[in-house]
């Protein structure tokens, strides 16, 4: 057996490829780099549910079908879910969606995460939910529905990478989850539900917010070093490095810092303090692999997509308790390709145990 399934193979897809050793993620035959920063995030999610993104009239039927989508999951809100801590809370409103299996259900599961993430953190803070504008493109829309003025092209371009960026990655924890729940024949709903509980866990999209404590903590890029070395003595684990596939640096990390960089240079005087948590941040990355080198020499451990996931999310606005959600905004679109493409093509997912608890007595 091999613990966590590490190297197993457990599933065949035409949708993402995970180069662990050249560091390279290769969505639906495109590398990462040709898509993160330049297709909108309709026109991904389009490739990996349809199998082309440059047939441009598809795609707009595409951003229409997903902009009237937003509306409808904007009219069945439910505000009472707003008294359960977020990320619960956008999992919950998921829950009343229909549990169809057809394309309209992934639509409107796809949409879904946008609209209840800023709905929710608005009702949270007391505020009125703002409804969604279908003509706008999905990152712009889920920017103003946070409101507070945070929709400027900018940031919009900057979530719209991030987006991207995350949209699916090979068999993760959360993707493997709805494809086992999709092999039962349950529907799209459940299996969303089922990847965002795996979602939820630090090891996994739980990570960003601990990355940005992380940075609180270490405060300065002197400390860096000194509270590193701390850590690893005290056995813990640094928040943003170390991957299950990649030996080399995750290339989402570098689309990230490039797409941060970018946001910041152009946000100008209102850019400084998210330049200068940059420059933190670099320093502890800096000292980070240095001493992961030092403390575990037989296992590479290189930054993660967490770590520049925190800083580009609380660059573009989101508060640290919302960044798993938009992690799951972002993914929603993997999960359910995936969840059809099992549905399609795959069987009943049922692997074994391995028994090591006693035996009765009259087997012994
Ligand atoms: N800091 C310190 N040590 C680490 C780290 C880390 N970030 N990551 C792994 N190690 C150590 C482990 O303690 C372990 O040491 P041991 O053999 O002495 O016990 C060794 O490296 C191997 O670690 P495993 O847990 O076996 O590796 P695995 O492939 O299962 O873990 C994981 C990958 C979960 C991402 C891990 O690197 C980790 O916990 N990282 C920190 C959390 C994080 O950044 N999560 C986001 C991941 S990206 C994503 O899912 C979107």
Redesign the pocket.
Known sequence: MSA?L?DVIAAETVLSDVDGLAGRLVIRGYALVELAGHWRFEAVAHLLLEGAFDNLPEVDAFTLLLGAARLSVFRSLDPSLASLPLYDAVRAQLARLPDGDDLDTAVLLMAAPAVVLPAMLRLQAGKAAIAPTPSDSHAADMLAMLGEGVADPARALALETYLVT?ID?GL??STFAARVVSSTEAGLMSAVLAAMGALKG??????PGP?LDMLDAVGTPANAEPWIAAE?AAG?????????IYRVR?PRADALKAALVRLTASLGHDGASDRSRLELASAVETAALSA?AT??PD?P?AT????YTALLLEAVGFPRDAFTSV?ATGRVAGWLAHAREQRLRGKLIRPKSLYVGPVPAEAA
């Open positions: 966590g590490a995350v990655h993760n924890a630090p090891l996994h999209g739980g990570a990355v690893l813990r684990r640094l928040m943003g490095f170390g991957h299950r995750d992961l403390h575990k296992r451990l993660n997509v967490e770590f992690f």
